[in-house]
């Protein structure tokens, strides 16, 4: 199974990105999937979650500004990002819990990442 994300670049504050998160492979079922970032110098933070029946979380900092987003069909996520800030600079990664053919147990699948820049 591999995860990509796509989408990230250069922004100014209050402007908007969309970043994508497209999974291939043997897939059976994608479970719980989740948008996370890290900022140099910080800790990989989770920024939403949404479940295979699209209920969603949010962490504080984003809230009211990110909606997360998925198609099961084409076993992708989505983050629109909104009014951006310069401390939303990070990298950005997805994470997919997948169940394969033939498998009972869901694994976690990361992204590569991709960088979001926000400039002031």
């Known amino acids: 199974v591999q995860v990509v994300e796509s989408g990230g670049g250069l922004v100014q504050a209050g402007g908007s990105l969309r970043l994508s998160c497209a999974a291939s492979?043997?897939?059976?079922?994608?479970?719980?999937m989740g948008w996370y970032r890290q900022a140099p110098g910080k800790q990989r933070e989770l920024v939403a979650i949404i479940t295979s029946d699209s209920i969603t979380n949010y962490a504080d900092s984003v809230k009211g500004r990110f909606t997360i987003s998925r198609d099961n069909a084409k076993n992708s996520m989505y983050l629109q990002m909104n009014s951006l800030k310069p401390e939303d600079t990070a990298v950005y990664y997805c994470?997919?819990?997948?169940?394969?053919?033939?498998?009972?147990?869901?694994?976690?699948?990361w992204g590569q990442g991709t960088q979001v820049n926000v400039s002031s």
């Open positions: 492979g043997s897939i059976f079922k994608i479970n719980n």
């Open positions: 994470n997919a819990y997948v169940i394969g053919y033939g498998g009972s147990s869901q694994w976690s699948y």
